[in-house]
């Protein structure tokens, strides 16, 4: 369960093993050229990454940095402008809508071929939209948006028409790669394919996947005839580090040219280097608590070891009561962040959340005691809060064992529930995902990197993201499974008027607080650094101020312009660039534009 650039990439997942199944069918290798072998005079933009691929698939990605990849790979039908996040052209260069907003028509750009020479049409996209429909394995990661579709077709190459059931607000904001049919189609077994045995993948974004190894590496090279212009970098690499101060070291010594997540610390040593640049900006992700509300399929079937405790409401307030996020932004992000409140962060203001007054889940130690006194939890005569059958309240945290963010609060959680006589043992895991998915935890830290359209990290709570099956897998996030949010996020989706809608979104983050199964601790600034004497401009999103790693788009790396001698020792601030995305062009910013600013995935999160 993770961070998705939903929207898509999960915190949950982040430190988790990639998970490599083996395909039954034949692969989607394509027939593009493999690129020059030679690094000679190459161009080469290095990434450190701190969470694993959890697939190459599309189908079922859902972590942040492989909805990352995707995002370069293959176009979605529109993009997100650089500037304020409005729906833009992508493979569609126009859409219109019919008066009843069941019908959606959209006309499909003639300039984008896939790397394989194949011209990319209407049809590709009617077939990546239909196999979702009809194929639950294919819409394991963005089913949510193809749920309300009525018919997808493609009448000529350059429309595609689709039907919907009812009206959805989400249809200039469908996070989906469009994947070219002839080389999909032979796919089998969707649940088993990741896309990661042969290479190149043919995709139509301005770079081309050639190579992959878990947990080492994710090499890309430049789509030389990317409609909208091919990068400057030839080759992009996103290399994976376990430990953020070897990536760091990495970044000193200039073997990587990009570091994300870092700490305060490590924020302040690379400040002081004249060769590096530090961007600390709001973020568009939320660190939060997540509890066990029990896990269960769709078929009513419960599972995994979650504590009974925490299916108690008040039991589970008590916890947050007893919990201060204050602190927690003072001494574990030591101000790189802002106090969480609301599901969705304050970066998205339209949809920002602030709880009322007498609503509000405050820290407040006596408060908390209270509730697990009314609850029947006592304290005993060692100060250890037990239940009626006399068994102490012992709980347990999933912890990503890379995120040092993770470790600190859980130390923290330890002392503040110690004191209200409630056991809490951390387990730092490499591989959270597991436990997770199993229902084998009582809470764990969990946070997505979320879309400029909310729906998709909304989706994730509803009734039909849990997994059929215990042993099948599903979209939710956290087991939340609640009629009274269902109700709400269905008006939301069918609701076109903005402020409607937006005052929807608000009601369905006000009943997730209220039921008390996550807790948003935190809106982490993105803080993250790179190498001015290898990269002499790039674009942060929102371009004013905003973050590089995990956009909503693929502009940082579509933008970047190598620095003067190939990542040489010039030093120097950035130039900063400005993308205009409704045409093709790019402006020189003024020096500097690199400013303070907002919001999470896991030691990243799921977009």
Known sequence: MVYKNAPRIRLLLASGAAILLAGSATPPAGAADDGDKNDGGKKVLTVAVSQSVDSLSPFL?????????????????????????????????????????????????KDSMWSDGQQATAEDAAWTFNKMMTDPNAATANGSFTANFRKVTAPDPETLVIELKKPQATMLALDVPIVPKHIWEK????????????????????????????????????????WRGAPKFDELVLKYYKDGDAAVAA?????????????????????????????????????????????????????????????????????????????????????????????????????FFKPEASQRIAYDPAKAAALLDRAGYRKNGGGKRVGKDGKPLDLR??????????????????????????????????NVSDPWIKGDYDLAFDGWSVNPDPDFVLSIHTCSA??????????????????????????????????????????????????????????????????TDQIK??????????????????????????????????????????????????????????????????????E
């Not at 370069?72 to 493979?91: M, Q, R």
């Not at 674009?539 to 579509?558: C, I, K, V």
């Open 61 to 109: 990605a859902q972590k942040l940095v492989s909805t990352s990849v995707h995002r370069l790979a293959y176009e979605y039908l529109t993009n997100y402008d650089v500037k304020d996040a409005h729906p833009i052209p992508g493979l569609a260069t126009e859409w219109k809508t019919s008066p009843d907003k069941l019908t959606w028509t959209y006309t499909i750009r």
């Open 187 to 226: 796919v089998g077994d969707f649940s088993k394919f990741n896309n990661d045995k042969q290479f190149p993948i043919v995709g139509n974004g301005p770079f081309v996947i050639t190579d992959f190894k878990v947990d080492q590496f994710v090499k890309l090279k430049a789509n030389k005839d990317f």
């Open 251 to 351: 970044l000193q010594k200039g073997e990587v040219s990009f570091v994300q997540g870092l700490t305060p610390a490590q924020a302040t040593a690379l400040g002081r280097d004249r060769n590096i640049k530090v961007n600390d900006a709001p973020g568009r992700r939320f660190f939060a608590l997540a509890t066990n509300p029990g896990a269960r399929s769709k078929d009513g079937k419960t599972f995994g070891s979650g504590h009974k405790a925490l299916l108690e409401p008040a039991v589970r307030k008590a916890l947050f009561h007893a919990t201060d996020r204050r602190t927690l932004v003072d001494k574990v992000f030591q101000g790189h962040a802002v106090e969480g409140e609301g599901y969705i962060p304050p970066r998205f203001g339209s949809y």
């Open 397 to 430: 945290i999933l912890c990503h064992a890379t995120d040092p963010n993770d470790k600190a609060v859980g130390k923290y959680l330890q002392e503040w529930w110690g004191e209200l006589g409630v056991g809490l043992k951390v387990d730092c895991l490499d």
């Open 466 to 531: 849990l997994p059929a099956t215990p042993e099948d897998a599903g979209a939710t996030d956290n087991f939340i499974c609640d009629q009274q949010f269902d109700g709400l996020y269905a008006q939301q989706t069918a609701e076109y008027d903005t402020a409607k809608r937006a005052a929807l979104v608000k009601q369905l983050q006000s009943r997730l607080y209220d039921t008390g199964y996550m807790n948003v601790l935190a809106y982490p600034n993105a803080v993250e650094a790179y190498r």
């Open 537 to 606: 401009s790039i674009t942060t999103m929102p371009e004013a101020a905003g973050n590089l790693w995990g956009q909503d788009g693929y502009w940082s790396w579509w933008s970047a312009e190598p620095a003067a001698g190939d990542g040489g020792s010039d030093s120097g601030t950035s130039t900063g660039v400005v993308v205009g995305i409704g045409v093709v062009v790019v402006l020189a910013a003024a020096a500097g534009f690199l400013l303070a600013m907002r919001r999470r995935s896991t030691a990243e999160d799921r």
